[in-house]
């Protein structure tokens, strides 16, 4: 196999022409293609249609409780629903909040929250002076967008297969005040799809931050999204946290965005009581109560946390064919060259690609020239900004499996592409 | 009829014995009554039953835009409701943003939004030392629990039949740069049930506030929301501020919590695009959409702003002998007796009732205490401090009739005991 970095000028410049002629030809096709979100595709839709039969105009909407879900009531969602989310979230039912739709938008109102009204009896973050967070690097570009609107500084750490940096993580969060708080998507990570490793996990629980308002928002997106039989398996953060008597430090979020419907689905978070209580009395203003309906749709047609994995692994099975497609692809036409190494993932919706030094930018844009929509580069650092310039985000989950054959040959060209052109901008 | 205040001690004790007699006789029947929300009935939530089958396990789920439902995307609705909720709001469909559940939710977002940001280009409202809001009273409480949340401090302002007191708002906004807004329910007002003047709304779209932020929060909760054929009229607002260039000033909201399910309904809020922008920009951060499935079965069950109406009659038809039953009890018991006055509104919610000064706490505790849940005294001022303690909020929506009677039976039963106590320990 040809590793381009020990090429000559002319191999370079005859590798170039090849690349070119091929681009061009993909250029004259006018793709459309768009594999820039971790949108779940229609097909996986299609799984959960039968939930909507589930309320109907002859249904009796009580829940669990007793009570009808058509009227205003239960401001932290109903009973079964928390008892599933305690489930997927491996916490006490009684830690868990339902929300509406979002759970970005439960994140959103967390930090508004702690940033308004401070949160283990300590000032509003807002009244600290400039307060910053912690984010692992690659990550996920809106978590760095809640960050950046409230004006908290981001701290980016590194991160390997095994999670964050948590040498990084224990000397910064020890020694500075200010650091309120790290993002964490700790099971197949938005973009890498790695899952932390038990030492990861039991060394975040056992922080000792300067900051006694120090919390971690572990965002468990994709806890139950397996690929195949081999998935990863995550310590549970809170029976660490147990251990190490930090019990206040962790907030915990998923939803059923990927499970349901995008955007119609229910999201949740738990946290303990110490902070449930701050964040419930802003509920408590913030408004009378969820889509209590849209809960007991959910709650009858998945039935238990049994029910839940059937279903999951129906999107196994759809999504399965769509990373391997990326990953043959990457496999046949860049392993070996020296110019790109990529992530494995056995779940989540994200392979993370490493393209040389300089040239993510480069690819993505030869990507949209040629009519292939990517994440923008850079997306997966705070303020956008990827100081390598080297990380690319790939989504195969929303396009056909032929598309994404399509899409994924040019992204390979491109890289390859930028690879020379960068080789030989040195030489 | 008997005027109290013109009663000798004598008489007063007499009628004491005789009220204590029949409240007694209440507190045996271990009532468990409840008249302290604005929610709907069951009655009505089964008025929107057949909502729940239009869409189902076999449907097509595009919007007009193209846009299949059950996926991301549209973080400002999809079109048919933008359409709809412009009409309801009498604005621009693209003035409109829909979003969740929750009106309420949208207002505190917008309480929030310009605390931490600002609007028109000025400093964000929480940089502006003490900002103030104006509070029409009696009002809604949960408004005020927004501006109490926030630490906004809440100036109120008194409420006649035409609505508040401009030329207190006039002369409160034109000479303090620190009132940043004011809370109006414009007609069928919480908890008074009347309808802005004509001229009242006019005065507010020629405001001159000094602050060049101030906004006007037009909480339009009851706008379709008629009990009988001589609906007030609401004077468009926008209309009226166009005519002095004041379009930046209003923001307004609704939803149909009580049209179709309250909790699963849906919301949506307008402005100027000059609000549009600041706002927007909060909503791309906090969320990546709402929920357009929920969305697009109320825009097929309605179909349009007609089949709105014609099922807002079908809400009527419930509510009227709801609101008859409060307001004979009232009139039967209290006329004539000068300790106690009330509305009559024409649509929403609520009957509001003004007993002597001093009784307020005494009625609802009594009535309490004999099993029958009013909305607490002082709820409808800011703070929960009624100056005079006299206005007491009905909310007749909810309790069957037959419930109704026997709870205003023994509401005006415990308004004559407080007044005839008042009146005693005052001789």
């Known amino acids: 196999m040809l590793d381009y970095l020990s090429l000559s000028r002319e191999e370079l410049e005859k590798l170039r022409l090849g690349l070119q002629k091929e681009y061009d030809a993909f250029q004259a096709q006018n793709l459309k293609l768009d594999m820039s979100r971790g949108k779940p595709g229609f097909d996986q839709?299609?799984?959960?249609?039968?939930?909507?039969?589930?309320?109907?105009?002859?249904?009796?909407?009580?829940?669990?409780?007793?009570?009808?879900?058509?009227?205003?009531?239960?401001l932290d969602g109903i009973p079964e629903l928390k008892k599933m989310f305690g489930?997927?979230?491996e916490v006490p039912a009684d830690w868990v909040f339902v929300g509406g739709n979002s759970s970005l938008n439960m994140m959103f109102d967390t930090i508004a929250c702690f940033m308004e009204k401070g949160v283990s009896g300590c000032k509003p973050w807002s009244r600290q002076g400039a307060v910053k967070f912690l984010c692992p690097v690659?990550?996920?570009?809106?978590?760095?967008?809640?960050?950046?609107?409230?004006?908290?500084?981001?701290?980016?750490?590194?991160?390997?297969?095994?999670?964050?940096?948590?040498?990084?993580?224990?000397?910064?969060?020890?020694?500075?005040?200010?650091?309120?708080?790290i993002w964490c998507v700790p099971k197949y990570?938005?973009?890498?799809?790695?899952t932390?490793?038990?030492?990861?996990?039991?060394?975040?629980?056992?922080?000792?931050?300067?900051?006694?308002?120090?919390?971690?928002?572990?965002?468990?997106?994709?806890?139950?999204?397996?690929?195949?039989?081999?998935?990863?398996?995550?310590?549970?953060?809170?029976?660490?946290?147990?251990?190490?008597?930090?019990?206040?430090?962790?907030?915990f979020f998923c939803s059923t965005s990927k499970i349901s419907f995008p955007g119609a689905g229910v999201a949740a978070m738990a946290a303990s009581p110490a902070n449930m209580n701050v964040l419930k009395k802003r509920y408590s203003f913030q408004t009378i109560g969820y889509d209590k309906l849209n809960q007991l749709r959910h709650a009858r047609y998945f039935k238990d946390y049994q029910g839940l994995m059937e279903h999951m692994k129906r999107h196994a099975e759809i999504l399965r064919p769509k990373f391997e497609a990326v990953l043959s692809n990457l496999e046949k036409s860049l392993l070996g060259k020296g110019i790109a190494s990529w992530t494995h993932p056995n779940g989540g919706y994200f392979v993370s690609v490493n393209v040389l030094s300089g040239c993510a930018e480069r690819v993505v844009s030869l990507c949209k020239e040629a009519g292939?929509?990517?994440t923008p580069a850079g997306a997966?650092?705070?303020?956008?900004?990827?100081?390598?310039?080297?990380?690319?985000?790939?989504?195969?989950?929303?396009?056909?499996?032929?598309?994404?054959?399509?899409?994924?040959?040019?992204?390979c060209i491109c890289v390859e592409l930028a690879a020379v052109e960068k080789l030989l901008s040195e030489q």
């Open 189 to 194: 990570s938005n973009p890498l799809g790695i």
């Open 372 to 374: 292939v929509v990517l």
């Open 138 to 181: 690659p990550g996920y570009d809106r978590h760095f967008g809640v960050t950046e609107y409230f004006g908290i500084e981001m701290i980016p750490v590194p991160t390997d297969a095994n999670g964050p940096d948590m040498e990084e993580v224990e000397q910064l969060v020890a020694s500075d005040e200010q650091i309120k708080g």
């Open 45 to 74: 839709a299609d799984l959960s249609r039968p939930m909507l039969d589930v309320l109907n105009s002859n249904s009796d909407f009580k829940s669990e409780s007793g009570i009808d879900c058509r009227n205003y009531g239960l």
């Open 196 to 251: 932390y490793s038990d030492e990861v996990v039991r060394r975040m629980a056992a922080l000792q931050p300067a900051a006694k308002d120090f919390r971690i928002m572990w965002d468990n997106a994709y806890c139950i999204h397996d690929l195949n039989d081999r998935p990863d398996k995550l310590l549970n953060l809170l029976e660490e946290c147990r251990k190490n008597g930090t019990e206040d430090m962790p907030v």
């Open 380 to 411: 997966t650092y705070p303020y956008g900004k990827d100081p390598n310039d080297s990380n690319i985000r790939l989504a195969p989950t929303f396009p056909p499996v032929s598309e994404l054959e399509t899409a994924m040959k040019l992204f």
């Open 87 to 89: 489930e997927i979230l």
